[in-house]
Each structure stands twice: as structure tokens, then as C-alpha cells.
């Protein structure tokens, strides 16, 4: 099965401050995504990639970078975190012509900007 | 506009009882449709999908689509506690890389 593994599990921070949260696939999958997900808005997508390199904008992009470094690794940045960030994020993968692939999920951070 | 509704928001059955749950899009482009699960502390876990119109079963589960209302059900018989989740309808078009996810139904099967 498709290992999607994300660190931190748990990160605190203060308003103003940087976070960093990485993710890593292992099955090869060309597409990444992130979304942060709260209470009442379901799964809402910031980034996503094709590949290294490669950068798309998703639905909530305001106050978050991504970088796709190789195939496996997806690191999704916060410069001058605000607790509106506040959330639990979720990393996923998929195969090549991802609309009719399923989406791999990580098991997710919670990120807490105090 | 979300793409993606999804109700009720949340449903309570008995164990062994019938959980229905509805989804409905407004894209006409979608073509794929799938039903994701999140149990509590995990990430989203592709339950089913569904690409055709009509029924799809997997042992308790069965979606149904119907693309020219653009909904979606799943319909899981013989609720067990082990069902309680929320779970998420989810759709996408052939041209994007991309799903878009419902709000999600959250469902509590009660011993």
C-alpha cells in the first residue's frame, strides 16, 4: 500500500514565527498535495505538484510557499505564521492523470500559532 | 461556490442499521466521483469510487451516481461502530490533476 509519511505530528509556534512541514511518498507517485483541513470546511487544497520542481496553486494559497525537492519530498513553508493558520494539515499522493487516481493521505500535523 | 455538497452533515444510526448519505456537484465536467473515510486521528482513506452511472457494491457499501443530476449516495448496510467516520464525497474532471472534496458527513453508529 502507499506510504505517505509527514513530520512533525505536532508542531507549536508563536504569530510571526516559521514553520516548516515536510512530507515524503514512497510509491513513485508523480502528483503531492497539501491541504489544511478545519471543522466546517472540509479539505481545503493550498499547493500541489507534477514533479519536481513544479508548483501549482491550490484553493488557499495566501500566507503558504511549497517546494517539491525530488519526487518524494513535498515541504509546505510558513513565513510570519498567523493563528489564522492554525490547522491540521494533510499531505497526499497520486499516480500519474491524477483526477481518476486515488489520493494517498499521510496521517497528518497539527499545527497549533499561538 | 463549492463545488462539492454533501449532506446531512451529520447522521446517527443504530448499529445494524442503514446510512445514507448524499452528495451533489455543480461541474459539469466532473466525471470521477469518490467517497473517502477519515476516522478520528488519521488522515482521508479512498473508500470507493465511482465513474460509471448506477449502482457499485463492496460488501456493505454501495454507491450510486447518476451523472445527469450530478449526485451521488453511499449507502452502508449493516452499520457497525466500527463505521463512525466522517466521511468526505469527492469529484474530478478528466483535464485536472486535481479533486475536490465535499465538507464532509460526519456519521456515529451507535452499539
Known amino acids: 500500500e502507499a506510504a505517505v509519511t509527514q513530520s512533525p505530528r505536532n508542531k507549536v509556534t508563536v504569530t510571526g514565527g516559521n514553520v516548516t512541514l515536510s512530507c515524503r511518498q514512497t510509491n513513485s507517485h508523480n502528483y503531492m498535495y497539501w491541504y489544511r483541513q478545519d471543522t466546517g470546511h472540509g479539505l481545503r487544497l493550498i499547493h500541489y505538484?507534477?514533479?519536481?520542481?513544479?508548483?501549482q496553486i491550490g484553493d488557499v494559497p495566501d500566507g503558504y510557499k511549497a517546494t517539491r525537492t525530488t519526487q518524494e519530498d513535498f515541504f509546505l513553508l510558513l513565513e510570519l505564521a498567523s493563528p489564522s493558520q492554525t490547522s491540521l494539515y494533510f499531505c497526499?499522493?497520486?499516480?500519474?492523470?491524477?483526477?481518476?487516481?486515488?489520493?494517498?493521505f499521510g496521517p497528518g500535523t497539527r499545527l497549533t500559532v499561538l | 461556490q463549492q463545488k462539492v455538497q454533501q449532506s446531512p452533515e451529520s447522521l446517527s444510526v443504530p448499529e445494524g442499521g442503514m446510512a445514507s448519505l448524499n452528495c451533489t456537484s455543480s461541474?459539469?465536467?466532473?466525471?470521477y466521483f469518490w467517497w473517502y473515510r477519515q476516522h478520528s486521528g488519521e488522515g482521508p482513506k479512498a473508500l470507493m469510487?465511482?465513474?460509471?452511472?448506477g449502482d457499485k457494491k463492496e460488501g456493505r457499501f454501495t454507491a450510486h451516481l447518476n451523472k445527469a443530476s450530478l449526485h451521488v449516495s453511499l449507502h452502508i448496510r449493516d452499520s457497525q461502530p466500527s463505521d463512525s467516520a466522517l466521511y468526505f464525497c469527492?469529484?474530478?474532471?478528466?483535464?485536472?490533476?486535481?479533486?475536490?472534496f465535499g465538507d464532509g458527513t460526519q456519521l456515529v453508529v451507535k452499539p
Open positions: 461541474d459539469r465536467n466532473f466525471q
Open positions: 505538484s507534477y514533479g519536481a520542481g513544479n508548483l
Open positions: 497526499a499522493s497520486s499516480g500519474t492523470g491524477g483526477s481518476s487516481y486515488e489520493q494517498y
Open positions: 469527492a469529484a474530478s474532471e478528466p483535464s485536472n490533476n486535481r479533486i475536490f
Open positions: 469510487s465511482i465513474f460509471s452511472d
